[in-house]
Nanobody
Framework: VQLQASGGGLVQTGDSLRLSCAAS????????MAWFRQAPGSERKFVAR????????GYGELVKGRFAISRDNTKNTVYLQMNNLKPEDTAVYSC????????????WGLGTQVTVSS
């Protein structure tokens, strides 16, 4: 499956932004989808994940309560709604996919830059 993230940009503290990740090549509904982020000089960190049907979601501690992941299997797209953004949310955000049985994410898209100014 091929993934392409979009929607990043430069925003101010407290603003909202919605990222999208469009998938192609395989049956989108077969995959668990996730968002990760990587800030300069830091390791890549988990942000959120969503099950194939969208019924189960999980979030990293730093974004819980502010970010929301969703998916539209009819559009082969997963979203990340980011609210109350903080400067520490500045990073390159990437989407990833895996089948349920896999522990690791096998498919990664190019990231989109999110910059939050103070």
């Amino acid at each position: 499956v091929q993934l392409q993230a979009s929607g990043g940009g430069l925003v101010q503290t407290g603003d909202s932004l919605r990222l999208s990740c469009a998938a192609s090549g395989r049956t989108f509904g077969d995959y668990v989808m996730a968002w990760f982020r990587q800030a300069p000089g830091s390791e890549r960190k988990f942000v959120a994940r969503i099950s194939q049907s969208g019924s189960d979601k999980g979030y990293g501690e730093l974004v819980k309560g502010r970010f929301a992941i969703s998916r539209d299997n009819t559009k082969n797209t997963v979203y990340l709604q980011m609210n109350n953004l903080k400067p520490e949310d500045t990073a390159v955000y990437s989407c990833a996919a895996k089948t349920f049985a896999r522990k690791e994410y096998d498919y990664w898209g190019l990231g989109t830059q999110v910059t939050v100014s103070s």
